[in-house]
């Protein structure tokens, strides 16, 4: 059974983007993880197929009108339909690695990308819409940032990279940050790969991989060590 990801977006054309290239491009190839991008813009029922409006109670920029959105979402995702519907969001919770392995393991998404100043709150509660957000910076549509989750989790879906392990042992997996990697040549511009690394001594490399993970961590990432949502 393949992941099947419905984009719900003003600009179908940005999809697979970058996802139709190398693993994420092979998974879609295979059929592994399907993408369909729909546009939000042929459920508006007015002649200019307007889909935002002013905001209630003044202020700048447009608002996604609420029944557009509602009915673009019925059609696409009917009742039955167990997918969880995310909509990129700032002010959503900020996705996690372990957030990506739960979506990969389920049957796929139904992805809202916002555009302009977000979309209407009665629809977000009413079609219960959970949102999610990539980082505490603001883009100008969803776009980027359904791609973005897209290729963590398509990354995860099973067969999808060539070494199984290369996946459990990254940044987040193990609640820690990943240590440091070298490869040949021996010396780059005088500095030398440590001497650990080349030792063959596989008990000696893993505990210098930890040692190095961990205070990677401590020094850049201190809340992951008290957390155990990144795990
Ligand atoms: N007025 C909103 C920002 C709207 S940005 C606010 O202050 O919260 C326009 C759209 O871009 C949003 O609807 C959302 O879909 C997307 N977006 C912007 N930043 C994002 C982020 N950090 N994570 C996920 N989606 C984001």
Partial sequence: MSFRATVLTLYPDMFPGHLGHSLAGRALERGDALIEPVNIRDYATDKHRSVDDTPAGGGAGMVLKPD????????????????PRLLMSPRGRPLTQSRVRELAAGPGVVIICGRF?????????????EEVSIGDYVLSGGEPAAL????AVIRVLPGVM??????TQESFETGQLEHPHYTRPQVFEGREIPEVLTSGNHKAIESWRQAQSLQLTRERRPDLLESDDSA
Avoid: F
């Fill in 68 to 83: 557009v959105l509602a009915a673009c979402i019925d059609a696409v995702s009917p009742a039955g339909d167990t997918r």
């Fill in 117 to 129: 100043e977000g979309v209407d709150q009665r629809v977000i509660e009413a079609r219960n819409l």
């Fill in 148 to 151: 973005t989750l897209l290729d």
């Fill in 162 to 167: 060539g070494n199984a392990e290369s996946g």
